[in-house]
């Protein structure tokens, strides 16, 4: 048995591909180690599989000891009527006797042979019990995951690197499936083959045995060691190919920075030191792979030496025969692939312990953001902040203080500032995403906290301020909030956010496909495609976050008539560094640093003459050069 991508092979067992492990370590780990007890939910519920995967494993098993006596029986019959047959040379007894003689070699090979076919029906059936259970397993873990993930507040996200969250629900719980499957599968084939070929080697000859089994101790702890130099260096490489992959994942996606600044050829020469780490880290990886095949087939061998040496002086003795010493050679062939997994199997173990560790850690780690009530009302629209102060858990930035503002149910909010003065905090914390560090915030004069989370921001539509958009259709996208997809929804929800007509120029309409984080498509089409995918949706309270900062002075005019009507009679928070923007909203606050400065209309702000009338003024003047 070797790591992934090695091949290895005797008269009775053929495994390419897949990583082997012990039930005895399974059962010692799965039992009593307590990160891999979250498995055994897993494994009850698919017990049944399990339990016909025992009986097929152990039927097979029986088919892979048959041969070694059929062998016995076969080579005894040749040795003890050979002399006879010779004795009838020149006899027409000789024909006649061969042909009994050549019927028996014959049974016995079609034996063989038909046991060598059933063992082989058997482990499929033991694949289909026991590597599918792996699966199935492997797929409620990620589920599991997954669902997880969702139920997860957005400070996680922020501590947690997308790279960290894709392992756990990939390579880690690939190597907790390579542990439950071929573990199960190849400790059981193990622990059954002892407790059935053991006896029958021992009722044949004591000595025999001994010298027969001595090697394989040595052979499962020299595969010990050679493998876990082998798991070291293979992880090596596994961060060098991450490495190489990112830097050729930035190269590729900043190709048009490097060239504006010409640096490709420097961009070669990193790529080539970090190829070349690649290159040294492969090639002693390799070293240590090339002891495998050598170190399994000396050890073999020795084993095969020895119980021939053993055996042929217990049939010198005459206490076996010669059909003894083949059986011997047989079984213990069969023997040296299961003992070499416990060796191999301890730093997959370890792998997979880690592995589950990871994934408990996060499978442990709850949200803070649960609803105290689990109200469910249909929204009016007011909005109340009362002395609301916000600090990031993460990073300890105190984003807001001592907010308060009211809206009334169908009037409209804008929040004006400059970049990190909090706007988009008021936002986050509205549709709940972060609880209050202090104060209050009331929806429809019940505090935020005692709604259920699905029904408050269901009724929320939010365009934030990195646009995200999926790598699917443009229908697809603006529908994703909808429950059932209505056509003439989606296409007035584009015709208000004025990119009906871009997308209808496209070659297939809103069939387009917008690509990786929609790349295909530029920053005020994703921008509007995202309004378009809040606004369908019709809900009680939207947001508008720095929404239309992609698009030109003239774009954002013509979307702005068009929100009028989609304004009319629900509750509107517009956030943006653009005072254009609020003109439509019915009150306005500016805040600066996390506090708020000035609140009124538009009208009064520009008459009061504060940080409102600066930023006013700037803008029209950037505005007069610009045209």
Known sequence: MGPKGWRLSSPYISIKNEPKESLLVFNANLLFVKELRHLNKYLLKYKWQLIFGLVFVVISNLFQIIPGALVRYSIDLVIDNIRVYKSFQKSNAQSDFFDVFSKGILLYAVLI???????????????????????????????????????????????????????????????????????????????????????????????????????????????????????????????????????????????????????????????????????????????????????????????????????????????????????????????????????????????????????????????????????????????????????????????????????????????????????????????????????????????IQEYGLVCLRSQIGTVPQDVFLFSDTIYNNIAFGLATTDEEKIKQAAKDADVYENIMSFPLGFNTRVGERGITLSGGQKQRVSIARAIVREPKILMLDDALSAVDTKTENTILNSMKKIMDGRTTIIISHRVSSAKLASKIIVLDDGAMVEEGTHESLLEKGGAYRELYDKQMQAEEVED
């Open 113 to 447: 042979l038909v046991v060598a076919l059933l063992r082989g029906l058997f482990l499929y059936y033991v694949r289909q019990t026991l590597i599918v259970m792996s699966r199935l397993v492997e797929f409620d873990l990620k589920n599991e995951i997954f669902d997880h993930y969702q139920t997860l507040p957005l400070s996680f996200y922020r501590r947690n690197n997308t790279g960290d969250l894709m392992n756990r629900i990939s390579e880690d719980v690939g190597r907790v499936r390579m542990y439950v499957g071929p573990s199960i599968m190849y400790g059981l084939t193990l622990i059954t083959l002892f407790l059935m070929l053991i006896p029958i080697m021992l009722s044949i000859s004591v000595k025999l045995t001994l010298f027969a089994l001595m090697p394989l101790p040595f052979l499962s702890i020299s595969i010990f060691f050679v493998n876990t130099i082998i798991e070291k260096r293979s992880e090596e490489i596994q961060r060098s190919q991450s490495r190489l992959s990112t830097f050729v994942q930035e190269a590729f996606s900043g190709i048009r920075v490097l060239k504006s600044f010409t640096r490709e050829q420097e961009s070669v020469i990193n790529f080539t030191k970090e190829s070349d780490t690649y290159k040294r880290q492969s090639l002693k990886l390799t070293q240590v792979q090339a002891l495998f095949f050598p170190l399994v087939t000396g050890l073999v061998g020795l084993s095969s030496v020895l119980t021939v040496y053993a055996g042929s002086v217990e049939v010198i003795n005459g206490n076996l025969t010669f059909g003894n010493i083949a059986e011997f050679i047989i079984y213990v062939n069969i023997l040296t692939w299961p003992v070499t997994l416990l060796g191999w199997t301890s730093s997959q173990v370890q792998r997979a312990e880690a592995s589950q560790k990871r994934i408990n850690e996060f499978l442990k780690t709850k949200t803070d953001i649960v609803s105290t009530k689990e109200i469910e009302r249909e929204l009016s629209g007011k909005i109340e902040f009362k002395n609301v102060s916000f600090d990031y858990p993460d990073t300890g930035v105190k984003a807001l203080k001592n907010i308060s503002f009211t809206i009334q149910p169908g009037e409209s909010l804008a929040i004006i500032g400059t970049t990190g003065s909090g706007k988009s905090t008021i936002a986050t914390l509205i549709g709940r995403l972060y609880d209050v560090t202090q104060g209050e915030i009331l929806i429809d004069d019940i505090l």
